[in-house]
């Protein structure tokens, strides 16, 4: 939607493009933005026989990208998506005009003892009464706010989950995460050469903010900004801050194109 220079927009898990949406309806009044939901997410396929992992994402993106016709767009990511990005840029050859991470997934060690939970006991997982997975999905949620979910965000973000198809899907992306997917990428990221910002939540207890310093340390350049009173979920945690942050980093980059 909107027009002007292209900026592409990629969640994270468990996730999904909605969590974007607001931002770029904002930003659209200045610039072209597009939305996805990687496969296993949101409102695309949840098949128990497509790959979420993601290297397969990163491949996606790149496919996505030509066939949207972009030839550099700005791209903001969060979470997963950050590894998506950044592994479309130095694997698969997709040219960005410049990168937003937001509380990325980039830097090992990463993945919690829940992660490792699903992923030795995935068929468990499937079969859990509807009952306790939910309790289990939105305690997990939760856990990505430092502010607190109202009752209306938390089944924003928990409904995808909650049917037969999204608890398998659920545990299914979890499952296939692996750290070696970034850890592919890890050494390359004094390579990047475009400009970077590097966004975290101060209080980000899932993806700790001292892993917001050692990138912004690893990629030349690289500008930092660190949002007070915002964990994870940093959109819903401070997104008046977060909006400011992207639209002024957004316009100073399309100005010095």
């Known amino acids: 939607m909107g027009s002007g220079p292209d900026v592409v927009f990629c969640h994270g898990t468990p996730w999904s493009s909605q969590l974007w949406g607001p931002y770029a309806e904002a930003l659209s009044s200045e610039f072209t933005v597009y939305l996805w939901d990687m496969p296993g997410y949101g409102q695309s396929s949840k098949f ?34 950050g590894a998506v990005a950044l592994r479309a840029l130095l694997l698969h050859g997709c040219a960005f005009a410049s990168l937003a991470l937001v509380d990325v997934v980039a830097l090992a060690p990463w993945g919690s003892d829940f992660f490792r939970l699903v992923g030795d006991n995935t068929e468990a997982f499937h079969a859990l009464p509807s009952a306790v997975h939910e309790g289990a999905l939105r305690a997990y949620i939760a856990g990505a706010s430092h502010v607190g979910l109202t009752p209306g965000q938390m089944q924003d973000l928990a409904s ?98």
């Open 48 to 81: 128990p026989d497509h790959q979420v992992s993601l290297d397969l994402q990163s491949e996606l993106l790149t496919d996505l990208v030509s066939h949207w016709e972009l030839q550099s767009p700005h791209v903001v990511a969060h979470d997963y998506g």
């Open 160 to 257: 995808p989950w909650l049917d037969t198809d999204g608890q398998a899907a659920f545990y299914r992306q979890i499952a296939q995460a692996d750290q070696a997917y970034t850890d592919e990428v890890q050494g390359l990221y004094p390579r990047l050469d475009l400009p970077v910002l590097v966004v975290w939540g101060k209080n980000d207890t899932w993806i700790p903010v001292d892993r917001a310093h050692r990138l912004a340390e690893l990629i030349p350049g690289a500008q930092l900004e660190l949002v007070d009173g915002a964990g994870h979920l940093i959109q819903l945690d401070q997104p008046v801050q977060l909006a400011t942050t992207l639209h002024r980093w957004l316009t100073s980059q399309a100005t010095m194109r």
